[in-house]
């Protein structure tokens, strides 16, 4: 199994008190830094093309993205999302991540792997960054899944708390894309109602504040599983945020990091019967930082089977 990273994410500074930090990934790298992951994979992300990126995202997004970083200090592109000098850079090599995960994973060479990066993605549209968000990294993994390889069915599983609305609107018109997604609400973008279904490609399971382990796996086990089995993938994409933890200050969920593994083994077990084996995640949410490492451990654990 893979692991890609670069040490250009740490540089993505949105400044002090925001809580999409540098110390994420630094704590998510420490507790990958253990003996019980020692046989990783670990490669350095290449960065994204303006092309691969293009295939979600409007040329004058790309552009307004890779052009604004500041020489000091920060730039606010909406209430919660800022640049700094780094961020450009940390974008095109979270994107690229994931884009070199996939390129592996159809290749045969490593066929899971997990893309821990920042700054997260599934919120970022075609046209705007929010939401922490630069580029839609899951999306432009998906796009590259048929572009590059000719897939016709791609699944993107989606268990951060927050919905990842971003995803959703840039495939809610593709067929080829099946995007499912567990998330609290009411919340943060205040989009993922069971009502939107795009074209019969998005599938939306909305949890109450409060609702802890049992929901969350009812919910994956009753709705969201059974559709993913009937889709057949080709390939698995996760967009893994770790947010819904219980000790995570954003949100109101109550999972563990045994729900994480859970999770996570259960996508395993769908890429190995439909996909070859063939799933890659890559890190969205998660600001509580010893609940975040632990769950990223949890969560490379099931990937490593």
Do not use: K
């Not at 998510?28 to 691969?52: I, K, M, N």
């Amino acid at each position: 199994m893979r692991l890609y990273t670069h040490p250009a994410c740490l540089a993505h500074d949105p400044g002090e008190g925001h809580v999409e930090t540098p110390a994420r990934l630094r704590a998510v790298l420490r507790a990958l830094d253990r003996d019980r992951f020692a046989a990783l994979d670990r490669v350095e992300a290449p960065r994204a093309t303006p092309e691969q990126l293009r295939r979600v995202h409007t040329a004058a997004h790309v552009e307004r993205i890779l052009g604004l970083a500041p020489a000091e200090g920060t730039v606010r592109l909406d209430e919660d999302t800022l640049m700094s000098p780094g961020s450009a850079e940390a974008a095109l090599r979270a994107a690229g991540a994931a884009v070199a995960a996939v390129d592996a994973a159809m290749a045969g060479h490593g066929v899971r792997a997990f893309c821990a990066v920042r700054p997260p993605g599934h919120h970022a549209t075609a046209d705007r960054a929010m939401g922490f968000c630069l580029f839609n990294n899951v999306a432009v993994a998906a796009a590259h899944a048929i572009a590059a390889h000719g897939l016709r069915r791609v699944a993107i599983a989606d268990f951060d708390v927050h919905h990842g609305n971003g995803t959703q609107a840039i495939f809610e018109r593709e067929p080829r894309v099946l995007f499912v997604s567990s998330h609290q609400s009411p919340l943060y973008p205040g989009t993922g109602g069971e009502d939107e279904r795009g074209v019969d490609n998005v599938v939306n399971a909305p949890l109450a504040p409060g609702e802890g382990s049992h929901a969350f796996r009812e919910l994956w086990e009753g709705a969201l599983l059974p559709r993913l089995h009937a889709f057949r993938p080709q390939l698995v994409l996760v967009s893994a945020g770790f947010d819904a933890h219980r000790d995570d200050p954003l949100a109101d969920l109550r999972l563990n990091g045994e729900d994480y593994a859970w999770i996570t083994a259960r996508l395993v077990r769908l890429a190995d019967a439909h996909a070859d084996g063939r799933l890659v995640s890559t890190l969205e949410g998660g600001y509580d930082l010893a609940a975040l490492a632990a769950s990223a451990a949890a969560h490379v654990e099931a990937l490593m089977g």
